[in-house]
């Protein structure tokens, strides 16, 4: 799905030679600083490397419409983004971001149970803890349905049961709808349990993690 | 109505007593500010006799070269005025994005307000055009002044949330929109609040003139309705010529929020 080819960005990392397969789930482990973020920014292109090659469904990330790239390859920052609004307009942004058509009701509602978020869907979105929020922004790309996720430390705020139940209901939506998910972890159980391949950052570069 | 009482150099000398009274109010409460009230009414005196002497000799000469080359200067005075005021330093395209929506959306009200709205005859008429192009010019100068300044900082402020659009597949232009549209807000918020208050918070500044020297106060209101929504639409013009293109300066061709 995605292939890297010798690609540096600044001195924060360079990658030889990369494939991520399509339909896996792929966990990122890595100190923090070692370039986790870097690399999924790479692949929603929000950045691009400074030299070497990207390409994405054998198409160069560069020959992409970078728009039209995002729409299928959503990115969740580590740091969750509310928006002005409800809970409501914070979970069809995305949708309205990306041209898509609002989702009914009981998919919102479906969405918030999936999160694990019992609120009211007209509540203002600014008043939730922090960990209600990510699990927003969660629910609100799992609205708009993109064939690669990618989560950079989708768990950092929530507590270890949360943590396990939402990454769960990712690996489960996921495998049952064969998306490909990405994500970036510092915790290497979280890999373990959930990962079906591991990469490691480490000192700029990526390796293979065989446990 | 009787034409305007003129001044002899003695009365307008006997005005200066309001300086020398902060004057002595600043020496008793020993506040440092002697220098710099000199230093600018001074600057002030001297600055209007000049203004007051090249006015007499344009508005003589008649000449359309003159009253173009002051419109250069007026523009190019503002363009450099904004650039120094913004809070933060302006990329190279940033600074051309002001230039170009100043030049552009104060000539386009400019020209419509000179030749459809008071239909002015020679077109180049300075008694008109010179003062008419000042205040236009001014307004929108401080419109684009705060524009650049809500821009800059709103891209700054909002840049993870500019970002988290962009992650969502959002167009720059949806991404940047919130920023955008309260920079063009807030640039255009004084101009609105002065129509408020025009008449009964205070009296303008060009009807005033007009009136003191013996214009029919109902044609100096005249002029007045038509100055204030000429302004209002000079400033709007810029003021969304600039930040249309502005926040465009921020995002490079791989919709991407350039670095630095």
């Known amino acids: 799905m995605f292939s890297i080819e010798q690609i540096t960005y600044k001195n924060i990392i360079s990658v030889s030679k990369l494939t991520i397969h399509e339909k896996e789930i792929t966990c990122i482990v890595g100190e923090s600083g070692s370039g986790k973020t870097t690399l999924l920014r790479m692949l929603n292109h929000l950045i691009s490397p400074d030299q070497g090659r990207i390409t994405f469904q054998n198409q160069d990330l560069m020959d992409i419409d970078p728009i039209e790239l995002r729409r299928k390859v959503v990115m969740l920052p580590q740091t969750p983004v509310i928006f002005q609004g409800t809970l409501r307009d914070n979970l069809e942004i995305g949708l309205r971001f990306s041209d898509k058509s609002s989702p009914s009701e009981k998919e919102l509602a479906e969405t918030l149970k999936r999160v694990k978020l019992q609120k009211d869907l007209d509540e203002n979105a600014q008043n939730l803890s922090g960990g209600e929020k990510q699990r927003l922004a969660l629910g609100r790309i799992l609205l708009m349905e993109p064939e690669v996720l990618l989560l950079d430390e989708p768990s950092s705020a929530l507590d270890d049961e949360t943590e396990s139940l939402i990454i769960q209901t990712f690996v489960d939506y996921a495998k049952e709808h064969s998306k490909t998910l990405i994500m970036v972890t510092h915790s290497k159980a979280l890999a373990k349990n959930f990962a079906d391949r591991i990469l490691q950052v480490r000192g700029g570069e990526v390796h293979e993690w065989n446990h | ?260």
Not at chain 2, 101 to 117: I, R, Y
Not at chain 2, 141 to 167: C, F, H, P, W, Y
Not at chain 2, 191 to 197: D, S
């Open chain 2, 1 to 260: 109505m009787n034409g305007i009482i003129d001044l002899s150099i003695l009365q307008v000398l006997s005005a200066y007593i309001f300086i020398a009274v902060l004057m002595i109010i600043l020496r008793v409460r020993g506040i440092a500010r002697e220098k710099e009230v000199l230093i600018s009414s001074i600057r002030m005196t001297l600055q209007l006799i000049l203004v007051g002497y090249v006015l007499v000799y344009l508005f003589e000469s008649m000449n359309p070269f003159l009253t173009l080359l002051v419109l250069l200067v007026m523009e190019s005075f503002a363009i450099y005025n904004i650039i120094q005021r913004s809070k933060s330093p302006l990329s190279k395209e940033l600074k051309n994005i002001v230039a170009l929506s100043m030049v552009l959306g104060t000539l386009t009200s400019l020209l419509f307000f000179l030749f459809v709205v008071i239909q002015i005859s020679p077109w180049y008429d300075p008694q008109y055009f010179i003062p008419i192009a000042g205040m236009l010019i001014g307004n929108s100068m401080t419109g684009i002044s705060l524009g650049v300044n809500r821009l800059l900082d709103g891209m700054k402020d909002q840049k993870t949330l500019v970002e988290a659009a962009l992650m969502l597949g959002a167009t720059p232009k949806e991404a940047a929109k919130e920023v955008v549209d309260s920079a063009f807000d807030s640039a255009i918020l004084p101009t609105i609040n002065a129509m408020v208050g025009m008449g009964i918070v205070f009296l303008p500044g060009m009807m005033t003139g007009q009136i003191l020297s013996g214009v029919s106060p109902v044609t100096a209101i005249a002029y007045q309705i038509a100055i204030m929504l000429g302004i209002v639409g000079s400033v709007s013009l810029t003021v969304i010529l600039f930040v249309q293109l502005g926040y465009k300066s921020f995002f490079n061709d791989r919709a991407q929020l350039k670095t630095d």
